[in-house]
């Protein structure tokens, strides 16, 4: 199972840019322990140019400060922690134990990473609310309010909520504009996970998909997912950097330091202690591609998948299964001969199939219940015949399974 190859169209599909393979080479050769400024000038004062880059480039206000971390997943506990640390900084000394429970609000379509997050903060999981979604998989603004309204009768504190730009089952956009300023008269943190789908906003076609996003209180984009950038290398950005050092800083004698205020010490901004020289890696890419030549293939993904969905939609017996905003695509081989009972076992017989031959790696999700395929375009080298051959791969693997 070959993630760098073309026609790997699972999951979120990525590409690691040769130029960053060489980058990650150099980084093990100078094998930097980025904690301290003074054990890492170099390494922390390049993630604070390479993160306003990104961050300028998607159309950040400058305002938020960039940091890097492995996954979304360590990004999103990290922001949970800080909106923890500022709804009661208490917690810090005494623990969340005989306090009154914190809630996080997510959705169906939330990545799993948020309940992750709010186990490890003993937060628990019966306090991650799923606020109901729209035919659209769009969380509801006004269900967010509502049950607000109801925890706080009960005697429960809102925390935090989660809004999704690019959902992993099917790229849905949350309103995050609507979300935010309910977030805000309520004092409730807005995490926004844009993991995949944050960084098309660096082509100016797709900046709307982080609308409302500058009145966030954190953001994380992976340039590990689309941005050619090889695992791991993941942004989080955060209104307010000192509530990370508030949440997470704690100085033991052997690393303190002399050095005068105005510089970094990433040890302070989450668990690690030492941290990788992640972005030599972007910095390369950044460097290597350019804005242009990002946006040239991010364009260039959006539209193969936009021609196999058009193939899809063409063709009688196949459904597209969901809106296609970006490089996903989400559909299933639904036959009139077959009863709509058996499509979702035929189409998990047609996914292995299609798997099994070699060629193409596909892979599902459910929507309302039912089972879809996904074709996911990320990687540099795929092109228009790699996409078409998925296609000819997929008609004959649903004939062979009829
Ligand atoms: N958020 C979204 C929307 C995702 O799709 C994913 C992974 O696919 C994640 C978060 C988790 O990413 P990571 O592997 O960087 O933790």
């Not at 937060?123 to 509502?146: K, L």
């Not at 890696?281 to 293939?297: C, D």
Request: glycine fraction near 8%.
């Amino acid at each position: 199972t070959h993630w760098n190859h073309p026609r790997f169209f699972a999951y979120f599909a990525t590409s690691a840019a040769p130029v960053a393979i060489a980058a990650e080479a150099l980084v093990a050769t100078l094998d930097v322990k980025a904690m301290l400024w003074r054990t890492s000038p170099a390494a922390t004062e390049l993630e604070e140019v390479v993160m306003r880059w990104l961050g300028r480039l998607m159309g950040l206000p400058d305002e938020f400060t960039g940091i890097i971390y492995d996954t979304a997943s360590i990004g999103g506990f990290t922001a949970l922690a800080a909106a923890r640390q500022r709804l009661d900084p208490s917690i810090r000394e005494h623990g969340m134990s005989g306090q009154p429970d914190l809630r996080v609000y997510i959705t169906e379509h939330t990545h799993s990473h948020v309940e992750k997050g709010a186990i490890a903060l003993g937060i628990g999981r019966r306090n991650v609310v799923r606020v109901p979604c729209d035919s659209s998989g769009r969380m509801i603004p006004q269900e967010f309010e509502s049950q607000i309204a109801r925890d706080v009768a009960g005697g429960k504190r809102p925390m935090a909520v989660v809004a999704t730009v690019g959902t992993t089952s099917m790229t849905s956009i949350d309103p995050v504009a609507q979300i935010g300023a309910i977030a805000r008269r309520h004092g409730v943190w807005l995490h926004v996970d844009a993991a995949y789908a944050g960084v098309a906003a660096i082509c100016p076609e797709f900046a709307w998909i982080l609308e409302g996003c500058e009145s966030a209180d954190s953001l994380v984009v992976n340039p590990h997912k689309w941005l050619f950038v090889p695992m791991d290398c993941s942004a989080l950005y955060v209104r307010d950097e000192a509530l990370l050092r508030q949440a997470f800083s704690l100085v033991p004698e052997y690393l303190a330091t002399t050095d005068a205020g105005g510089v970094r010490n990433y040890m302070d901004y989450g668990l690690q202690l030492g941290r990788r020289f992640r972005a030599l890696k972007l910095w390369f890419v950044l460097r290597h591609f350019g804005a242009q030549g990002l946006r040239r293939r991010l364009r260039a993904h959006v539209a193969l998948a936009a021609e196999f969905a058009r193939w899809v939609e063409e063709e009688p017996g196949w459904e597209v299964a969901a809106a296609h905003p970006l490089a996903l695509v989400c559909f299933r081989h639904a036959p009139p001969e077959l009863e709509p009972t058996q499509l979702d076992a035929h189409n998990e017989r047609l996914m292995h199939a299609a798997n099994a031959t070699g060629e193409i790696f596909l892979s599902h999700t459910k929507l309302d219940g039912a089972f879809v395929l996904r074709l996911s375009v990320g990687n540099l080298r795929t092109s228009l015949a790699d996409v078409a051959m998925a296609w000819r791969v997929l008609r004959s693997a649903a004939g062979s399974v009829a």
